[in-house]
């Protein structure tokens, strides 16, 4: 019953931005830490971003200083401002739990039983 249900993604010139949104249900949203994961193709999912349930947050170095994650708790909702995007941006996004200590690293993050669909963010000129 737990959903995740990315929007937002697209087509966009490098320079450019999106703003990426994950709406969750199926469970209680505000005591979990969230994050957004990207995987290209022949790469493994990176979590490039993370905010606790009390607001801390951290990226990885690779989007540090380009992106900004927020989460609204009224509506269930994480989202991820993309600015200055570039070609190796190039992923599927895809929200879900995340911890702080874990971002940056790359894996199958197996430990989470559900993924949504992802969105596909495609940087190209």
């Known amino acids: 019953q737990v959903q995740l249900v990315e929007s937002g993604g697209g087509l966009v010139q490098p320079g450019g931005s999106l703003r990426l949104s994950c709406a969750a249900s199926?469970?209680?949203?505000?005591?979990?830490?969230m994050g957004w994961y990207r995987q290209a193709p022949g790469k493994q999912r990176e979590l490039v971003a993370a905010?606790?349930?009390?607001?801390?947050?951290n990226y990885a170095d690779s989007v540090k200083g380009r992106f900004t994650i927020s989460r609204d708790n009224a509506k269930n909702t994480v989202t991820l401002q993309m600015n200055l995007l570039k070609p190796e941006d190039t992923a599927v996004y895809y929200c879900?739990?995340?911890?702080?200590?874990?971002?940056?690293?790359?894996?199958?993050?197996?430990?989470?039983?559900?993924w949504g669909q992802g969105t596909q963010v495609t940087v190209s000129s």
């Open positions: 879900n739990r995340a911890k702080l200590f874990r971002v940056g690293a790359t894996g199958t993050f197996n430990d989470y039983d559900y």
């Open positions: 199926g469970l209680i949203f505000s005591i979990y830490g």
């Open positions: 905010i606790t349930s009390d607001g801390r947050i």
